[in-house]
């Protein structure tokens, strides 16, 4: 599958849109279009290259990260997919609007389809495996293309860093432990999609990530 990346305005999301190429099936994950120009781009994408919107997945239900939800239901009727252990995010999400100062009106999130650790997300012919790794929210996850060698990681694992744990529901230990045991054992070569910032790989990030190689002693694994 492919990976179309749309580095947006709020916080810096990164909004992707993953293709099966061969059926022209899609997923949109984490919508985070905050303007009339952001959402366009995406449906013209979408419309030029002749897509169906088959999934929507949130890896996690930060405003940053589902502010978009509504309108790409509408837009493509599809459904929320995302861990249930994030619905109280959803239901507070005009809160965590206000809490940053957003003067937009956002209508709460609903998880239509929870996904489960282990659970296979059908995009077409190709395939996202479900990765649960609490700490950054409860119900985050990353989702992992086993045959294309790409993980798309939320607010887990970045360039260099690791997710904020302060935020309500957040666990800093779970997320260590999440990211040694579940991500750090992928193949070196597997490409980091992260929720903000570049891409990178599971071999640098355990060759030159600080946090990591202080935190998780790296010469162990």
């Given at each position: 599958?492919?990976?179309?990346?749309?580095?947006?305005s709020l916080?810096?999301?990164?909004t992707?849109?993953v293709?099966d190429?061969?059926?022209?099936?899609?997923?949109?994950i984490d919508?985070?279009?905050?303007?009339?120009?952001?959402?366009?781009?995406v449906?013209?994408?979408?419309?030029?290259n002749?897509?169906?919107?088959?999934?929507?997945?949130?890896t996690?239900?930060?405003?940053?990260?589902?502010?978009?939800?509504?309108f790409?239901?509408k837009?493509?009727?599809?459904?929320?997919?995302?861990?249930?252990?994030d619905a109280?995010?959803?239901?507070?999400i005009?809160?965590?609007?206000?809490?940053f100062?957003?003067?937009?009106?956002?209508?709460?999130?609903?998880?239509?389809?929870p996904?489960?650790?282990?659970?296979?997300i059908?995009?077409?012919?190709?395939?996202?495996?479900?990765?649960?790794?609490?700490?950054h929210s409860?119900?985050?996850?990353a989702?992992?293309?086993r045959k294309?060698?790409f993980?798309?990681?939320?607010?887990?694992?970045?360039?260099?860093?690791?997710?904020?744990?302060d935020?309500?529901?957040?666990?800093?230990?779970?997320?260590?432990?999440g990211?040694?045991?579940k991500?750090?054992?992928?193949?070196?070569n597997?490409?980091?999609?992260?929720g903000?910032g570049?891409?990178?790989?599971?071999?640098?990030e355990?060759?030159?990530?600080?946090?990591?190689?202080?935190?998780?002693?790296?010469n162990?694994?």
């Amino acid at each position: 599958m492919k990976v179309a990346k749309f580095g947006l305005s709020l916080f810096g999301i990164n909004t992707y849109v993953v293709v099966d190429p061969e059926t022209r099936d899609c997923a949109i994950i984490d919508p985070g279009m905050i303007n009339e120009e952001e959402r366009n781009a995406v449906v013209r994408f979408v419309e030029k290259n002749n897509l169906k919107v088959t999934h929507l997945i949130n890896t996690h239900l930060h405003i940053d990260h589902a502010i978009g939800n509504a309108f790409v239901k509408k837009q493509f009727g599809v459904e929320t997919e995302a861990h249930p252990d994030d619905a109280f995010l959803g239901n507070r999400i005009s809160e965590q609007a206000r809490e940053f100062g957003l003067p937009e009106a956002v209508e709460p999130v609903g998880i239509d389809k929870p996904l489960k650790d282990g659970e296979i997300i059908h995009i077409g012919d190709g395939e996202l495996e479900v990765i649960h790794v609490p700490g950054h929210s409860p119900g985050g996850i990353a989702l992992y293309d086993r045959k294309d060698g790409f993980l798309i990681a939320g607010d887990i694992l970045f360039q260099g860093s690791v997710g904020r744990a302060d935020l309500p529901g957040g666990d800093m230990n779970a997320l260590v432990s999440g990211i040694k045991s579940k991500l750090l054992t992928l193949p070196e070569n597997t490409t980091v999609f992260p929720g903000h910032g570049p891409a990178t790989t599971i071999g640098d990030e355990k060759a030159y990530n600080p946090y990591l190689r202080e935190c998780l002693n790296l010469n162990q694994i």
